[in-house]
C-alpha cells in the first residue's frame, strides 16, 4: 500500500482523518486512505498515503482548512522515517 | 517434476496457475515464466507456502524450480482466480478459509463509516499473515472489486498472493458493473455455494 518514497499522514481522530479525505479528493488530488502501517500506531489506526508529486498540494489544501496531520511520515526502504520540518 | 508454462500472463493469472498446479499435487513444479511482476510474485507465494524455489534464467524469461511446501497443499483448492476475465472455480473445489463479503460496508451503523471500515480490512488483508483461499463478493460487496473502488490496488495485490478474488456475475450485471470489473474474476452461484458448503471455515462480512 506505500510505495518508496510515499508519504504517510497521521491524524488525531478518525474524524479528521475522514475530513480531510473528503477535502483532498474533493479537489481531485491523488491520495489514498489507507490502514496506518503497524510501526507508526496511530490512534484511530487510519493514515492517509500520498506521493512526492502531490505533497506540495496535499500540505497546503490541509493547511489551508486546518486539517494539517499530528504527524508525517515518509516510507524509505522498511522503515519509515518522520518528517520532521514545520507543515 | 512437471512443467508449468506461463510465460506471457499476466498478474495474478501466473500466480492462480502455480496454486492450482501446486494444490494437484505430485511432487515438484518447473514454472516456466516472465522477469519482473510474475517472477517476483510466483517466488514470493510459493515461499510463503513452504516452498524452496530455485531459480535459472532463460531466454525470454526464467524457470522457477518449486520443491518441498506444505503438506495441506495437495488436494486443496482448485479454482481459478481470473485475471480480469471471467473465471468460475472448479464444480466441487474445496478449500481452507472462505471470506463471503456482501456489502460494501462493514457493520451496521453511518454508511460513511460502514465503507470506511470494509476499506480498512481489505487493505489490512495485505498486513496479516494467514490469508484466505478465496474471497466472494455478492451483493454490494461486488462494488469493492469494480472500476472507481479504491481497494481495486489491494485486492490486485492479494490475488498476486495467491488469493482469488471473484465477484458474482449476477450482482455486477444488477449494478451494471460487469464490464467494469476492477480485480478478480466474476463467479456463479453454483461455484459460490459449492466453496462455502466445502471451505474449512466461512467468514462472513
Known sequence: MVREGDYVAIFNSIHRVMEAERLLKERRLSILLIPAPRALAADCGLAIRYSEAARGEVEAALAGAGLLPRELYRRQGEDYTKVEEEL | MRDLDVRGLSCPAPVVSVKKELEAGGGGLRVLLDDGAPRENVTRFAKGRGYAVQEEP???GFALTLTGGAAGDAGGAGGAGGAGGAALPQAGARCGAVLLISSDRMGDGPEELGRLLMRNFIMTLLEVPELPDRIFFINTGVLLAAAGSEVAEALESLGNRGVEVLSCGICLDFFKKKESL???GVTNMF??????????????L
Open chain 2, 58 to 60: 532463460l531466454e525470454g
Open chain 2, 182 to 184: 476492477a480485480a478478480g
Open chain 2, 191 to 204: 461455484s459460490i455455494a459449492e466453496s462455502l458448503l466445502g471451505a474449512r471455515s466461512v467468514v462472513r
